[in-house]
């Protein structure tokens, strides 16, 4: 069964950057879609970005973003290191949340990016905090 660890996070000021990463282990993840969620305090966990396993590279056809990150995360995988990363840029309080990251079910499961929050995760990280200080 694979394993997912998600790593980077920590305190960032305001209009700060942080890289998050998610190792994946046990399983190869090249032919799945990942993807990232967050769970802000006392809210509930929902979707941040994703990428379909045919993503070699960020490109808009390959990965996918709510509204509230658009412009300002992106999702990228290294297949070769089994791992997928979320860079966050112009981060804002509102952006503090526990991270984690995610395996579609489904081997194969979509190339197409707008089906991405739809999909069936299942396999999940423990989550990294982010804190975004004013």
């Known amino acids: 069964q694979v394993q997912l660890v998600e790593s980077g996070g920590g305190l960032v000021q305001a209009g700060g950057s942080v890289r998050l990463s998610c190792a994946a282990s046990?399983?190869?993840?090249?032919?799945?879609?990942m993807g990232w969620f967050r769970q802000p305090p006392g809210k509930e966990r929902d979707f941040v970005a994703g990428i379909t396993w045919t993503a070699w590279d960020g490109t808009d056809r390959n990965t996918y973003y709510a509204d509230s990150v658009k412009g300002r995360f992106t999702i990228s995988r290294d297949n070769a290191k089994n791992t997928v990363y979320l860079e966050m840029n112009s981060l804002n309080p509102e952006d503090t949340a526990v991270y984690y990251c995610?395996?579609?079910?489904?081997?194969?499961?979509?190339?197409?990016?707008?089906?991405?929050?739809?999909?069936?995760?299942?396999?999940w990280g423990q989550g990294t905090q982010v804190t975004v200080s004013s």
């Open positions: 046990g399983q190869l993840v090249d032919r799945y879609n």
């Open positions: 995610a395996r579609d079910s489904e081997l194969f499961g979509t190339s197409d990016a707008g089906e991405l929050p739809r999909r069936p995760y299942d396999a």
